[in-house]
Structure formats: structure tokens, C-alpha cells
């Protein structure tokens, strides 16, 4: 058999992707952003996705069969993000996967977004690893998940359980005057800043939390940490160094996911590592995961930061997938979830 041509559509959040997969080969990853609409409200707003989804949606599908060269029809199948994402969001991508399969007389998919993050690191890389170990790391999400095969399932092995990273970098740009979203800023103004210049805390890693969140991840506390520091240093009329803050909350943040992730991979055995979602951008996340796992013998797989961020690409890797591997499609009533449990890869 061919390698399954497939067109996928994510809109969970504030970007309407639509990418086209030729197996793990990627022909087109088309996205329009809203994100410069949620920006004056320093973060996404449903109503306002759902509507710029609405608007983009064909523009962008257009925009992908062009690029790869291909009519809709030639297509072997139509995969979207059934969840998890805003509900509003995630519907407008559903109905337009539904309207695209219904047409053509093609099979429909309805997969999880998170395990999309991680098929799409077979568009760079090849085949993954099984098993591998997954971390997610995101605005919504920062997860531990053990793959033995991505079409299949997931076994969650650890999550966070209040901010997620993405969220907490957001709040802090915010508390520093950058502008939203807050990732790639403070990824920038950490540059130039002192990693140790303030020691804020490192959320769950205390022997007692270990005992009851070994995997899991807490960025709530830091938040507020940065917060108050700042606050202090306004209170009493100092500047505040924005890079050394920065480059110190940074710090803190990639510390906490690459020590749990390898302290997970070490417990269940596993020497492949793949970090995808969002966050999966920042440079020092990369390079301190990379440093830390080569002296432990364990190898790190990143998708570019192009693919990090929500595409389309990355539901038509996870699609094409499940083409390949022979998975049932979804029916024509599939439902958008707003919760969906990574467990559940295919509705």
C-alpha cells in the first residue's frame, strides 16, 4: 500500500492549521493565527477563536492543497483535533472535517490533539521510538505520557495540577511588561539575563511531594513567587531587571520538566525522550534537556519550532498513522471534546 495521503485540520486554540502528510513525508502546514486579536487581552478568547476559525477555515484549506500541489479529492483520508481545546474552537474544525469527509466520500478521524503532539516528531525524525516518553508542555498542558504506540493509546504518567508551563510563562511576561504570547519573549529577554540571579522555587520537588507527585508538575507557586518579587521591587521604587527575572523564572521552569521527564524515563526504562507542545520552542528547555539526558545515555527527540506550536501538520502525521496502521475511522456523529482524556487517541 501507498503511504496514506492525508489532510489534517486543528483549530483547539487561537491557530486554524491544516497540514497534508504523504506518509511521514509533510507537503503542506498551513496556519492562520488570531492571536494578535486575543493579544490586547493578554490571552485567548473563545469567542473571538471561534469566530477567526469560522473566517480562515477554507481560505487556509485552499492555502494547504496549493502548496502541496493537490486536489481534495486525492486525498485518502480527513483527520481533525476532536479535543482537548476550546469547546467553540474545536467545533468549528470538527463541522468543517465532517463537511470535507461527507463530500468526498473519504474516512474521517477524530484524534486527540496531545497525541498529535507527538506523532508529528515522525515528519522530522522518522518512525518513534516503542516505547518512548512523551513530554507535552504547552499553555494548557504539561504532561508525562508513555507511547508504545501512538494510534493506540497513551498511559498518562504524570500532569500538571494547577498552571501549565505555556500558562505560567504568559503570566509572568505579563507581570514584565512583554507582550503575550509570553514564551518566546521570555525566551528572548532571558538571554541576556542571569540564570541564578534569583532563586525561585521549583514546584513538587521536595521529598514530601515526591512521595505523593513524583511526575507531576505545579508552576502556580512560582508564578507568584515572580510576582511578589517584582511587586517588591516596585514597592520600594527599584527597576526591575527584566532580563536577570526572565532568564531566573526560565530557569526554574526547565529545570523542574527536563529533572522529572529523565527521572521518568530513567523509572520505566525508556531512552528515547520526545518533547513537543508549545514550550517545546524554547531554546533553553532544548539545550538543558539535550545536556542532561547525553550524560545519562538517553536520547531526545524535538520536532523544529515550527512544528512545536499547534499546526495542522501535526493531526495529519497522527492521522496518516492511523491509516497506515489500519485504525477504524471515526463516524459522522463525532463529537467535539473539550476534555478529551489523553487516553482516549481516537473517537
Not at 509533510?26 to 490586547?40: F, I, N, P, T, W
Not at 504524570?158 to 504570547?181: H, M, Q
Not at 526572565?246 to 521527564?261: I, N, P, Y
Request: proline share 6%; aromatic share 2%; glycine share 10%.
Amino acid at each position: 500500500m501507498d503511504a496514506p495521503l492525508v489532510l489534517g485540520i486543528e483549530t483547539s486554540c487561537d491557530e486554524t492549521g491544516v497540514g497534508i502528510v504523504r506518509g511521514h513525508e509533510l507537503l503542506a502546514d498551513a496556519v492562520a493565527s488570531s492571536v494578535d486579536e486575543h493579544a490586547r487581552f493578554g490571552g485567548v478568547v473563545p469567542e473571538v477563536a471561534s469566530r477567526a476559525h469560522l473566517e480562515a477555515m477554507v481560505p487556509t484549506i485552499e492555502r494547504a492543497c496549493d502548496t502541496a500541489g493537490i486536489s481534495p479529492h486525492d486525498v485518502d483520508a480527513i483527520s481533525v483535533t476532536s479535543g482537548p481545546g476550546l469547546a467553540g474552537a474545536l467545533l468549528v474544525g470538527v463541522a468543517a472535517a465532517k463537511a470535507l469527509a461527507l463530500g468526498l466520500g473519504k474516512p474521517l478521524y477524530g484524534v486527540n490533539h496531545l497525541a498529535s503532539h507527538v506523532a508529528v516528531d515522525q515528519l522530522e525524525h522518522g518512525p518513534l521510538p516503542e516505547p518512548c516518553l512523551a513530554m507535552l508542555v504547552s499553555g494548557g498542558h504539561s504532561s508525562l505520557l508513555r507511547v508504545e504506540d501512538v494510534t493506540v493509546g497513551v498511559e498518562p504518567l504524570g500532569s500538571t495540577i494547577d498552571d501549565a508551563a505555556g500558562e505560567a510563562f504568559d503570566k509572568v511576561a505579563r507581570l514584565l511588561g512583554l507582550p503575550f504570547p509570553g514564551g518566546p519573549h521570555i525566551d528572548r529577554a532571558a538571554r541576556e539575563g542571569d540564570t541564578v540571579a534569583i532563586d525561585f522555587p521549583r514546584g513538587l520537588t521536595s521529598r514530601r511531594d515526591l512521595e505523593r507527585h513524583r511526575f507531576d508538575f505545579s508552576f502556580s507557586g512560582l508564578k507568584t513567587a515572580v510576582a511578589r518579587w517584582v511587586e517588591m521591587r516596585e514597592r520600594t521604587g527599584e527597576p526591575v531587571p527584566v532580563a536577570d527575572v526572565a532568564a531566573s523564572f526560565q530557569e526554574a521552569v526547565c529545570d523542574v520538566l527536563t529533572r522529572k521527564a529523565l527521572d521518568a524515563a530513567r523509572d520505566q526504562g525508556i531512552e528515547d525522550l520526545l518533547i513537543g507542545g508549545g514550550v517545546a520552542a524554547n531554546s533553553r528547555l532544548r539545550a538543558l534537556a539535550e545536556e542532561r539526558a547525553s550524560s545519562m545515555g538517553i536520547r531526545v527527540r524535538v520536532p523544529r519550532p515550527g512544528l512545536c506550536t499547534d499546526n495542522g501538520a501535526m493531526v495529519a502525521a497522527l492521522g496518516a498513522e492511523m491509516v497506515a496502521r489500519g485504525r477504524r475511522p471515526s463516524s459522522l456523529d463525532l463529537p467535539a471534546d473539550s476534555s478529551q482524556p489523553v487516553t482516549e487517541v481516537l473517537v
